[in-house]
């Protein structure tokens, strides 16, 4: 195994792309970790503050970097819960024209299943190509930020080898000698991120976005319910509390309907990425729907009772 290991690449110049609410924090943390890193956004003031408040430089040229890690927007701007890959495919056809052969991309943006391989195809096997997707949550930044457990792809087994290297700084099943040479070799360092590897890209892309998909499902199981509990009048805080003292229950709270630019998106995403589409989940987009409806109607009827 060790051979190839010292092959690899040196990992000193990393960009990260898109530096919104995912992407300047993981700028911040490759930073942290003592890499020099440099930001690339299409939002000049976006850019800007990234490199005022967060000394993140701008990026001046693609042929120095050894990773690109990409956290761009993949919604469609007028319509947060509309995948959209455009830009992420306009950025990876940059890269195949201006950076250096033999680097490692990384797709950090939820993509739907099959977005990384078209990539790669792009790219022609020029670079390493992974998919490292996030779990990032902002309210909770302390334990589920930027290097919390995540799953990572490779579309070859030589990308999933250099990502895990970047990121986790051990690959899975190394052996003892390959550790010794980890710790040897000076110009090796890793973001420090525990990495879960999985067989295929597809996989990891399916994650991601299952894993939303299974967030959406038990928001609008709570809706339904919400909802079920107002038309027989029987209270819904009072039948949730009985039943979460259950040890394998967990209701969740009905709120303003599923919202957000990631788990309505992500779970168009899933729907999108077969043809045979899951039909509980197309039932629970309808019970948003109708949520929706009925909290409107709530909001109105007390308006017009005051
Ligand atoms: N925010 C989260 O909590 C979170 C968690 C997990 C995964 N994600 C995923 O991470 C990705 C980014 O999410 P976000 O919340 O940071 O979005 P965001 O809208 O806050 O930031 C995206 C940034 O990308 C920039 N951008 C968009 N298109 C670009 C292009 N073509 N070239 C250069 N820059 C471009 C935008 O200007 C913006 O600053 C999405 O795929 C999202 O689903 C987000």
Not at 26 to 35: L, M, P, T
Not at 124 to 137: G, L
Request: with cysteine; aromatic share 8%; proline share 2%.
């Amino acid at each position: 195994m060790i051979n190839h290991i010292k092959d690899e690449i040196s990992f000193e110049k990393i960009l990260v792309m898109g530096l919104g609410q995912l992407g300047l924090p993981v700028a911040k943390y490759v930073k942290e970790k003592g890499f020099d890193v440099y930001g690339y956004d299409n939002n000049q003031l976006v850019m800007n503050n990234a490199e005022k408040e967060h000394n993140i430089k701008k990026l001046e040229n693609f042929r120095n970097i050894d990773a690109f890690l990409i956290c761009i927007s993949t919604h469609r701007e007028d319509d947060v819960s509309t995948p959209q890959v455009e830009g992420l495919m306009a950025i990876i056809r940059k890269i195949s024209k201006e950076a250096r052969n033999g680097k490692l991309v990384s797709i950090e943006s939820t993509v739907p299943r099959g977005t990384t391989r078209k990539m790669f195809e792009i790219l022609e096997h020029r670079f390493h190509v992974v998919h490292a997707p996030h779990r990032w949550y902002a309210r909770e930044e302390d334990v589920h930020g930027v290097n919390q457990l995540r799953v990572i792809g490779g579309v070859c087994d030589c990308c999933l080898r250099t990502g895990i290297r970047f990121y986790d700084g051990v690959e899975q099943g190394a052996e003892k000698e390959d550790l010794e040479y980890y710790n040897a070799n000076k110009s090796y360092r890793s973001l420090g991120i525990p990495m879960y590897s999985v067989s295929t890209v597809e996989l990891a892309e399916l994650s991601k976005i299952v894993e939303n998909a299974d967030r959406y499902l038990q928001i609008a199981f709570a809706e339904d319910l919400y909802m079920f509990c107002k038309a027989n009048r029987i209270s819904f805080g009072e039948l949730r509390d009985a039943i979460n003292t259950k040890w394998n229950v967990n209701i969740l709270e009905p709120r303003d309907g599923i919202g957000g630019h990631c788990i309505p998106k992500d779970t168009r995403m899933f729907l999108e990425s077969s043809e045979i589409k899951s039909k509980i989940l197309i039932a629970a987009q309808e019970v948003d729907k109708d949520y929706r409806k009925y909290i409107e109607g709530m909001i109105k009827d007390k308006q017009i009772n005051r």
